[in-house]
């Protein structure tokens, strides 16, 4: 074995696989990507722990589990891209996926069931994607966690809100999202994360978050995932 393998040996490589809440999009409507986004803290957090972390964002504002936009095109279907990616960046320990969001816009027509089960399909490739440790061809694979979104902010309900057609009746779709992927997760032994006990969508942008919205869910998030790892 080199040194450059057993350096990376020593090293956790998660993937974050999201949309704008993933990608540090915040809910003051300006575009500029939050520097403290949870990824970005919740890898610095295991790395204060003593963990060795490679952090890898491959995360899209947009992005569904597996539809196409037909508004904005079909690069936003988070199914399309996701083995090529999965297999570039072996070896990976650690695959999180937080989807679903973008699924409850009222274009894409689609029930909580079907978003939950949009996020279990990308989970099943995830969990068979033999990019996990050792040589490009070892059959390994990775530890696979869904965090689940949280519900979308009251103000989504308000007829007043500028984007209230675009996501009309989300708000209740989101609300059932948690315990369908927590009761899906654990058939399929899959590790899952609520979002819902470590973050609020803003009442400025009902799905957004702020920046200390940001560093309380990196921070929760890295509690949590090593006990899954």
Known sequence: MNDVSRGLEDVMRILVYGDSNSWGYLDDGTGIRCVDRWPQVMARVMRQAGIKVELIEECLPGRTTTADDPREGPQFNGMTPFLPILLSHKPLDHVIIMLGTNDLKSRFHRNATVIADGVMALTDVAAKTPCGRGSWTAPETPN????????????ADNPDWDRYEEWLEGRSKSELLPDLLK???????????????????????????????????????????????
């Open 144 to 155: 696979v966690t869904v965090i689940c979104p949280p519900i979308l902010g009251s103000r």
């Open 183 to 229: 009761s899906a997760c654990a058939a399929s032994a899959i590790g899952f994360i609520d979002g819902n006990l470590d973050a609020t969508s803003s009442s400025l942008d009902p799905i957004h978050w702020d920046g200390n919205t940001h560093i309380q869910f990196g921070r929760a998030v890295a509690a949590k995932l090593p006990m899954q790892a």
